[in-house]
């Protein structure tokens, strides 16, 4: 019958403990953990009570390790899983964390998506395709990509297009206007669009903004 031989605790991980069985490290169990499972040096365990936990174990380690993963940035339902894969946890243990994510409202792929939409508008003016194809990449069903896209102001894609077109038109790189708009459609926006705003600024404005950035 396995036996523990000693309870340790961590080093580098204060409030961590690892459990040796059989004077083999085994497990690991945090002061909590350690408390509600109530064991002590000397103590035979059953097979099944040593399975059990070394499945507190496990969950506690992938829950950690999706809280961390969270400290970052929010991320959707699809980035979560495949990290916890790529750390080879089973797929039932893998799905007990994400539930108990989503009910915490800690993973929630509509709010994901519409704060996604919002923060690339607000730093990097992307176009919807652009966003489309990013929020796509992070497992983010079409349903609500079509909801947090529709939910943005209509005319927030044209405020994005004009600002980045006023910018670059500031940049010699740019003072031809067909390599101008090469690169705006390469950031998704349609050539119907490009070409409107490029009217309204009026090449005029365009050559000025060009000459004043070359000679100041």
């Known amino acids: 019958m396995p036996q523990i031989t000693a309870i340790k605790p961590q080093v580098k991980r204060q409030g961590r403990y690892n459990i040796f069985i059989d004077g083999k490290y085994r497990?690991?169990?945090s002061e909590l953990g350690l408390v509600s499972a109530g064991i002590r040096v000397g103590q035979d365990l059953t097979n099944e009570e040593l399975d059990a936990l070394e499945q507190t174990s496990s969950y506690a380690k992938a829950m950690e390790r999706a809280q961390y993963f969270l400290s970052f940035r929010p991320r959707s339902r699809a980035e979560m899983l495949r990290y916890l894969t790529k750390k080879d946890y089973d797929v039932e243990l893998i799905e007990k964390i994400i539930s108990e994510l989503e009910g915490q409202k800690l993973i929630d792929d509509e709010a994901f998506a519409v704060a996604w939409v919002q923060s690339r508008n607000l730093v990097k003016h992307r176009s919807q395709r652009i966003l489309r194809q990013e929020l796509i990449q992070k497992g983010i069903s079409r349903d609500i990509i079509d909801t947090a896209l529709v939910d943005e102001d209509n005319n927030q894609e044209r405020a994005?297009?004009?600002?980045?077109?006023q910018k670059k038109m500031n940049h010699?790189?740019?003072?031809?206007?067909?390599?101008?708009?090469?690169?705006?459609?390469?950031?998704?926006?349609?050539?119907?669009?490009i070409k409107s705003v490029l009217e309204e600024l009026g090449s005029e404005d365009y050559l000025n903004s060009y000459t004043d950035n070359d000679n100041p």
């Open 160 to 165: 994005n297009l004009r600002e980045i077109t």
């Open 27 to 29: 497990l690991a169990l």
């Open 172 to 193: 010699s790189a740019y003072a031809d206007r067909s390599k101008l708009m090469r690169y705006l459609a390469s950031k998704g926006f349609n050539y119907s669009d």
